[in-house]
C-alpha cells in the first residue's frame, strides 16, 4: 500500500474549501497501486474497481492467487457454488465440511463462510432451520439484521477549469462538524464519462466533450448506522437469494448528516466557482454491504464472537463484511482483510495447531 501526492484539481478544491471552513481535515488514502502507475495514465484512470492489465495494482488474483497456487497444501476450487453445510454426525453444532450445488462434499477441521454480506446469512439461516438449531441458539434471531449501506452521493461539479487528474483518488476529506461522513473523488475519468453518456443526443461531440472535460467528480458517503430491522431476509417465500428490508428512515440520524454535508459541500463549491450535481444513488448501487452476521459478546445481540465463530457452533466462522457491526465512514475492503487475517492467524494457532499437535508437528505462529 502506499500513498500518492493530491493532483492539481483537487488539490485547488480541497484548499478553496479549508480556506472558507477550518472544519475540513484531508486524510490521505492508503492504494495498492505500483508506484509507477502514473507513468501508465490510461491504467491510472482506470484502476477504481477495474483490473490492471499491466498488473499495476494489487487485487485478489495478482496478490495472493497466483503466489500460492502452486503450493501443494491449497487446492482452489472455481465454478462451485456452496448450497449448505454437512454435519458431524449426530452433533450439529459441529459442521464436518460443506455441499456444493454439483453434489460434491469437502471437508476440513474448521469451515469459514465468506460468500460476502448478502449470501453468508442465507447459508447460515438455512443451516440452522434445517437442523433445528434455530429454536435453541438465541444468535439464530439477529442473522441477516443489521445490514448497512452507506449512504452515498454523487456529486458532479461543474467549473471552467479543465480537469488533468489522473488518479484522484489520493485523499479523503473529512468534517469535524460530520462525524460519519466523508468525501472523496469519483476515480479516473468517471465524471467525464457519465456526463457524456447523459448528454441529450442533440448535443454535437464538439460541445458536449469540452463541458465533460470540466466536471469533477466526488462521492459523499455517510455511515448509516446499524438497525435491526434492516434485514437480509435470505429465506423468504422460498426464494433462494437475499431479499432486502431496508429502510433509510430507521436511522433519521444518518439521513439528516448525509443531507448536510451535500448541501454545505454544494453551497462552499459554488463559492469556489463550481456548480454542483447531486445524484443519490439507491440501494442497489451500493457496493458497501456490510452486516448481516456481526460480531459481539452477547449471542442475544450478535451472531459471531470476537474470533468469528458462530455463536453456539463449535467450528463454524465467518469471515466477510457481514460480521462489521459498524461500517465506518470509509470504504469496508481493509477492515474486511484485516479480519480476514486475524481469523486466519487464530485458526492457525487454535484448529490446525490442534491437529497438527495430535499428529505429532509443532506449528509455529506469531500469536496474533
Ligand atoms: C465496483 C466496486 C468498487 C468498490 N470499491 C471499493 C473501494 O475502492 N474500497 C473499498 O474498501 N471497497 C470497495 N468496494 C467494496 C468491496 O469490494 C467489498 O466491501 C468487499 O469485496 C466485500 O468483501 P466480502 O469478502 O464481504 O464479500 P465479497 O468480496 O463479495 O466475496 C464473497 C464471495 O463469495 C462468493 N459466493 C457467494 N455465494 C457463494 C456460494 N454459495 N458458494 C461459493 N461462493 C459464493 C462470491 O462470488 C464472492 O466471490 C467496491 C465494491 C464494488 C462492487
Given at each position: 500500500?502506499?500513498?500518492?501526492?493530491?493532483?492539481?484539481?483537487?488539490?485547488?478544491?480541497?484548499?478553496?474549501?479549508?480556506?472558507?471552513?477550518?472544519?475540513?481535515?484531508?486524510?490521505?488514502?492508503?492504494?495498492?497501486?505500483?508506484?509507477?502507475?502514473?507513468?501508465?495514465?490510461?491504467?491510472?484512470?482506470?484502476?477504481?474497481?477495474?483490473?490492471?492489465?499491466?498488473?499495476?495494482?494489487?487485487?485478489?488474483?495478482?496478490?495472493?492467487?497466483?503466489?500460492?497456487?502452486?503450493?501443494?497444501?491449497?487446492?482452489?476450487?472455481?465454478?462451485?457454488?456452496?448450497?449448505?453445510?454437512?454435519?458431524?454426525?449426530?452433533?450439529?453444532?459441529?459442521?464436518?465440511?460443506?455441499?456444493?450445488?454439483?453434489?460434491?462434499?469437502?471437508?476440513?477441521?474448521?469451515?469459514?463462510?465468506?460468500?460476502?454480506?448478502?449470501?453468508?446469512?442465507?447459508?447460515?439461516?438455512?443451516?440452522?432451520?434445517?437442523?433445528?438449531?434455530?429454536?435453541?441458539?438465541?444468535?439464530?434471531?439477529?442473522?441477516?439484521?443489521?445490514y448497512?449501506?452507506?449512504?452515498?452521493?454523487?456529486?458532479?461539479?461543474?467549473?471552467?477549469?479543465?480537469?488533468?487528474?489522473?488518479?484522484?483518488?489520493?485523499?479523503?476529506?473529512?468534517?469535524?462538524?460530520?462525524?460519519?461522513?466523508?468525501?472523496?473523488?469519483?476515480?479516473?475519468?468517471?465524471?467525464?464519462?457519465?456526463?457524456?453518456?447523459?448528454?441529450?443526443?442533440?448535443?454535437?461531440?464538439?460541445?458536449?466533450?469540452?463541458?465533460?472535460?470540466?466536471?469533477?467528480?466526488?462521492?459523499?458517503?455517510?455511515?448509516?448506522?446499524?438497525?435491526?430491522d434492516n434485514r437480509v431476509v435470505?429465506?423468504a417465500?422460498?426464494?433462494?437469494?437475499?431479499l432486502l428490508d431496508y429502510d433509510?428512515?430507521?436511522?433519521?440520524?444518518?439521513?439528516?448528516?448525509?443531507?448536510?454535508?451535500?448541501?454545505?459541500?454544494?453551497?462552499?463549491?459554488?463559492?469556489?466557482?463550481?456548480?454542483?450535481?447531486?445524484?443519490?444513488?439507491?440501494?442497489?448501487?451500493?457496493?458497501?454491504?456490510?452486516?448481516?452476521?456481526?460480531?459481539?459478546?452477547?449471542?442475544?445481540?450478535?451472531?459471531?464472537?470476537?474470533?468469528?465463530?458462530?455463536?453456539?457452533?463449535?467450528?463454524?466462522?465467518?469471515?466477510?463484511?457481514?460480521?462489521?457491526?459498524?461500517?465506518?465512514?470509509?470504504?469496508?475492503?481493509?477492515?474486511?482483510?484485516?479480519?480476514?487475517?486475524?481469523?486466519?492467524?487464530?485458526?492457525?494457532?487454535?484448529?490446525?495447531?490442534?491437529?497438527?499437535?495430535?499428529?505429532?508437528?509443532?506449528?509455529?505462529?506469531?500469536?496474533?
Amino acid at each position: 500500500m502506499r500513498q500518492f501526492g493530491i493532483e492539481a484539481n483537487f488539490q485547488q478544491i480541497v484548499s478553496g474549501l479549508r480556506r472558507r471552513d477550518a472544519q475540513w481535515r484531508r486524510q490521505p488514502m492508503s492504494l495498492g497501486l505500483a508506484a509507477d502507475i502514473l507513468s501508465h495514465p490510461e491504467e491510472a484512470r482506470h484502476f477504481d474497481a477495474f483490473a490492471s492489465v499491466r498488473g499495476l495494482k494489487c487485487d485478489a488474483e495478482s496478490s495472493l492467487l497466483q503466489r500460492v497456487s502452486h503450493k501443494p497444501n491449497l487446492t482452489v476450487l472455481t465454478g462451485k457454488a456452496v448450497s449448505g453445510f454437512v454435519a458431524t454426525g449426530g452433533d450439529v453444532t459441529r459442521v464436518s465440511g460443506v455441499e456444493c450445488e454439483d453434489g460434491s462434499r469437502h471437508y476440513a477441521a474448521a469451515v469459514v463462510i465468506a460468500a460476502g454480506t448478502l449470501h453468508s446469512p442465507r447459508l447460515l439461516q438455512s443451516y440452522l432451520e434445517r437442523t433445528g438449531l434455530a429454536q435453541v441458539l438465541p444468535s439464530y434471531r439477529q442473522v441477516g439484521r443489521n445490514y448497512k449501506a452507506h449512504v452515498l452521493t454523487a456529486m458532479l461539479a461543474l467549473s471552467h477549469r479543465p480537469v488533468t487528474d489522473v488518479l484522484c483518488k489520493t485523499l479523503l476529506l473529512l468534517h469535524d462538524d460530520m462525524p460519519h461522513s466523508t468525501v472523496q473523488t469519483l476515480g479516473g475519468n468517471l465524471a467525464e464519462e457519465i456526463v457524456r453518456s447523459q448528454m441529450p443526443r442533440f448535443v454535437p461531440d464538439w460541445l458536449a466533450a469540452p463541458i465533460a472535460k470540466r466536471v469533477y467528480g466526488l462521492f459523499l458517503q455517510t455511515e448509516d448506522g446499524s438497525h435491526p430491522d434492516n434485514r437480509v431476509v435470505a429465506t423468504a417465500q422460498g426464494s433462494d437469494r437475499p431479499l432486502l428490508d431496508y429502510d433509510l428512515a430507521r436511522l433519521p440520524a444518518a439521513q439528516a448528516e448525509h443531507r448536510r454535508l451535500v448541501r454545505t459541500l454544494q453551497r462552499q463549491l459554488l463559492g469556489l466557482g463550481y456548480v454542483a450535481l447531486v445524484r443519490a444513488i439507491p440501494l442497489q448501487g451500493t457496493a458497501h454491504a456490510c452486516g448481516t452476521l456481526v460480531t459481539g459478546n452477547d449471542p442475544a445481540t450478535s451472531v459471531v464472537d470476537a474470533h468469528g465463530k458462530v455463536h453456539g457452533m463449535g467450528n463454524l466462522y465467518v469471515a466477510d463484511g457481514s460480521v462489521l457491526p459498524r461500517s465506518s465512514r470509509a470504504n469496508p475492503a481493509l477492515t474486511i482483510y484485516a479480519w480476514g487475517l486475524r481469523l486466519a492467524s487464530h485458526l492457525g494457532s487454535t484448529v490446525l495447531a490442534g491437529r497438527k499437535a495430535a499428529a505429532g508437528f509443532t506449528v509455529a505462529h506469531d500469536g496474533g
